[in-house]
Protein backbone atom coordinates (compact mmCIF):
# COMPACT_ATOMS: atom_id res chain seq x y z
CA UNK A 1 0.00 0.00 0.00
CA UNK A 2 1.11 3.75 -0.55
CA UNK A 3 2.11 6.33 1.71
CA UNK A 4 0.15 8.70 0.30
CA UNK A 5 -3.09 8.50 1.80
CA UNK A 6 -4.62 12.04 3.40
CA UNK A 7 -6.28 12.19 6.34
CA UNK A 8 -9.43 10.63 7.81
CA UNK A 9 -12.43 12.90 6.54
CA UNK A 10 -14.82 11.48 9.07
CA UNK A 11 -15.72 15.00 10.29
CA UNK A 12 -17.19 15.98 6.97
CA UNK A 13 -20.56 15.45 5.75
CA UNK A 14 -21.44 12.07 3.56
CA UNK A 15 -22.18 15.08 0.68
CA UNK A 16 -19.05 16.12 1.01
CA UNK A 17 -17.08 12.73 1.25
CA UNK A 18 -18.82 11.82 -1.71
CA UNK A 19 -18.13 15.23 -3.78
CA UNK A 20 -14.77 14.58 -2.98
CA UNK A 21 -14.31 11.24 -3.79
CA UNK A 22 -16.15 12.30 -7.38
CA UNK A 23 -13.99 14.82 -7.95
CA UNK A 24 -10.90 12.07 -7.70
CA UNK A 25 -12.50 9.32 -9.62
CA UNK A 26 -13.37 11.84 -12.84
CA UNK A 27 -9.90 13.02 -12.52
CA UNK A 28 -9.24 9.44 -13.59
CA UNK A 29 -11.28 9.55 -16.65
CA UNK A 30 -9.54 9.68 -19.65
CA UNK A 31 -6.30 7.20 -18.46
CA UNK A 32 -5.65 4.29 -20.68
CA UNK A 33 -3.72 0.79 -20.92
CA UNK A 34 -0.38 1.45 -22.68
CA UNK A 35 -0.65 -1.46 -24.95
CA UNK A 36 -3.90 -3.55 -24.27
CA UNK A 37 -2.01 -5.45 -21.68
CA UNK A 38 -3.81 -3.97 -18.26
CA UNK A 39 -0.25 -1.82 -18.24
CA UNK A 40 0.61 1.56 -18.30
CA UNK A 41 1.99 4.01 -15.46
CA UNK A 42 -1.29 5.01 -13.95
CA UNK A 43 -2.52 1.76 -13.87
CA UNK A 44 0.62 0.27 -12.45
CA UNK A 45 -0.40 3.22 -9.47
CA UNK A 46 -3.89 1.55 -9.32
CA UNK A 47 -2.17 -2.28 -8.91
CA UNK A 48 0.31 -1.59 -6.63
CA UNK A 49 -2.00 0.57 -4.20
CA UNK A 50 -3.24 -2.97 -3.30
CA UNK A 51 -0.73 -5.00 -3.67
CA UNK A 52 -1.12 -6.39 -7.33
CA UNK A 53 1.52 -7.57 -9.88
CA UNK A 54 1.78 -5.52 -12.93
CA UNK A 55 -0.29 -7.47 -15.70
CA UNK A 56 -4.13 -8.29 -13.92
CA UNK A 57 -7.04 -6.89 -14.10
CA UNK A 58 -7.27 -3.61 -12.44
CA UNK A 59 -11.38 -2.38 -11.90
CA UNK A 60 -11.22 -2.80 -8.22
CA UNK A 61 -7.55 -2.00 -7.89
CA UNK A 62 -8.75 1.38 -9.62
CA UNK A 63 -11.68 2.14 -6.82
CA UNK A 64 -9.73 1.20 -3.94
CA UNK A 65 -6.90 3.62 -5.15
CA UNK A 66 -9.85 6.33 -5.55
CA UNK A 67 -10.68 5.42 -2.01
CA UNK A 68 -6.67 5.72 -0.98
CA UNK A 69 -6.65 8.90 -2.39
CA UNK A 70 -9.57 10.52 -0.82
CA UNK A 71 -8.35 9.35 2.42
CA UNK A 72 -10.04 5.81 3.27
CA UNK A 73 -8.19 2.87 4.26
CA UNK A 74 -10.92 0.80 2.70
CA UNK A 75 -11.98 -0.99 0.43
CA UNK A 76 -8.13 -1.90 -0.49
CA UNK A 77 -8.19 -4.59 -2.93
CA UNK A 78 -7.98 -5.91 -6.52
CA UNK A 79 -10.38 -8.56 -6.39
CA UNK A 80 -13.90 -7.22 -7.42
CA UNK A 81 -15.84 -10.16 -5.64
CA UNK A 82 -14.70 -8.68 -2.62
CA UNK A 83 -15.72 -5.20 -2.63
CA UNK A 84 -19.34 -6.39 -1.59
CA UNK A 85 -19.35 -7.49 2.32
CA UNK A 86 -22.55 -7.79 3.19
CA UNK A 87 -22.12 -5.41 5.43
CA UNK A 88 -22.30 -2.63 3.26
CA UNK A 89 -24.28 -3.45 0.54
CA UNK A 90 -27.59 -1.41 0.16
CA UNK A 91 -28.54 -2.41 -3.10
CA UNK A 92 -29.19 -5.71 -5.13
CA UNK A 93 -30.82 -6.94 -8.17
CA UNK A 94 -34.03 -9.12 -7.35
CA UNK A 95 -33.32 -8.36 -3.95
CA UNK A 96 -33.11 -6.18 -0.67
CA UNK A 97 -32.65 -2.58 -1.31
CA UNK A 98 -31.67 -0.80 1.66
CA UNK A 99 -31.43 2.95 -0.36
CA UNK A 100 -31.10 3.86 -3.45
CA UNK A 101 -27.71 4.06 -4.55
CA UNK A 102 -26.00 7.38 -4.92
CA UNK A 103 -22.53 9.24 -6.09
CA UNK A 104 -19.56 7.44 -5.12
CA UNK A 105 -21.33 4.18 -4.53
CA UNK A 106 -19.57 1.09 -5.56
CA UNK A 107 -21.61 -0.94 -8.46
CA UNK A 108 -20.60 -4.25 -9.33
CA UNK A 109 -21.57 -6.70 -12.45
CA UNK A 110 -22.11 -10.62 -11.69
CA UNK A 111 -20.79 -12.69 -14.41
CA UNK A 112 -22.06 -15.50 -15.76
CA UNK A 113 -19.29 -17.83 -16.68
CA UNK A 114 -17.43 -16.57 -13.58
CA UNK A 115 -20.30 -17.16 -11.26
CA UNK A 116 -19.32 -14.27 -9.06
CA UNK A 117 -19.12 -10.49 -9.51
CA UNK A 118 -16.45 -9.66 -12.15
CA UNK A 119 -16.26 -5.82 -13.02
CA UNK A 120 -17.07 -3.11 -10.79
CA UNK A 121 -16.52 0.70 -11.16
CA UNK A 122 -18.25 4.33 -9.54
CA UNK A 123 -21.84 5.19 -9.11
CA UNK A 124 -21.53 8.76 -10.75
CA UNK A 125 -25.63 8.95 -11.09
CA UNK A 126 -28.59 6.73 -10.78
CA UNK A 127 -31.96 6.99 -11.77
CA UNK A 128 -34.96 4.82 -12.39
CA UNK A 129 -33.53 2.87 -15.32
CA UNK A 130 -29.52 4.32 -15.92
CA UNK A 131 -26.47 4.12 -14.39
CA UNK A 132 -24.07 6.60 -15.25
CA UNK A 133 -20.84 5.37 -13.79
CA UNK A 134 -16.96 6.14 -13.91
CA UNK A 135 -14.85 2.49 -13.75
CA UNK A 136 -11.62 1.60 -14.72
CA UNK A 137 -10.49 -1.40 -17.05
CA UNK A 138 -13.07 -1.16 -19.31
CA UNK A 139 -13.61 0.06 -22.81
CA UNK A 140 -15.28 3.29 -24.30
CA UNK A 141 -18.34 1.71 -25.72
CA UNK A 142 -21.50 2.53 -24.09
CA UNK A 143 -23.10 0.03 -25.88
CA UNK A 144 -24.46 -2.63 -23.84
CA UNK A 145 -27.10 -5.63 -24.26
CA UNK A 146 -30.01 -4.47 -22.05
CA UNK A 147 -29.99 -8.07 -20.53
CA UNK A 148 -28.35 -8.87 -17.35
CA UNK A 149 -27.06 -12.16 -18.80
CA UNK A 150 -25.08 -10.36 -21.42
CA UNK A 151 -23.12 -7.58 -18.90
CA UNK A 152 -19.93 -9.32 -19.98
CA UNK A 153 -20.06 -7.16 -22.87
CA UNK A 154 -17.63 -4.60 -21.04
CA UNK A 155 -14.53 -4.25 -23.51
CA UNK A 156 -14.88 -3.14 -26.52
CA UNK A 157 -11.83 -0.74 -27.38
CA UNK A 158 -8.89 0.38 -25.56
CA UNK A 159 -9.51 -0.07 -21.95
CA UNK A 160 -9.05 3.06 -19.79
CA UNK A 161 -11.17 4.98 -17.10
CA UNK A 162 -14.20 5.99 -18.67
CA UNK A 163 -17.51 7.55 -17.67
CA UNK A 164 -20.27 5.29 -19.06
CA UNK A 165 -24.14 4.77 -18.97
CA UNK A 166 -25.11 1.34 -18.55
CA UNK A 167 -28.71 -0.29 -17.90
CA UNK A 168 -29.37 -0.72 -14.60
CA UNK A 169 -30.44 -3.93 -15.88
CA UNK A 170 -26.81 -4.98 -15.80
CA UNK A 171 -25.67 -3.88 -12.47
CA UNK A 172 -26.32 -6.96 -9.67
CA UNK A 173 -25.46 -5.36 -6.62
CA UNK A 174 -24.00 -1.92 -4.97
CA UNK A 175 -22.04 -1.08 -2.04
CA UNK A 176 -21.75 1.80 0.11
CA UNK A 177 -18.45 2.07 1.52
CA UNK A 178 -18.68 5.98 3.22
CA UNK A 179 -21.27 5.08 5.48
CA UNK A 180 -20.51 2.05 7.29
Known amino acids: ML ?3 APTLDNRTSSARRKHLQ ?3 RQEIGVSELSGKNDGKRIGSYLHYTGTPPGYAWCAAFVSW ?4 AGYREPC ?3 SPTLFPKKH ?3 QRNGPVVRIPQTADVFGIYYNNLR ?3 HVGFVDQWDSNWCITVEGNTGSDGALPSEPDKAT ?8 VYRKRRPISTIYMVADWLNK
Open 3 to 5: AWI
Open 23 to 25: EIF
Open 66 to 69: CFGK
Open 77 to 79: SAW
Open 89 to 91: LIW
Open 116 to 118: RIG
Open 153 to 160: FIRAGPEG
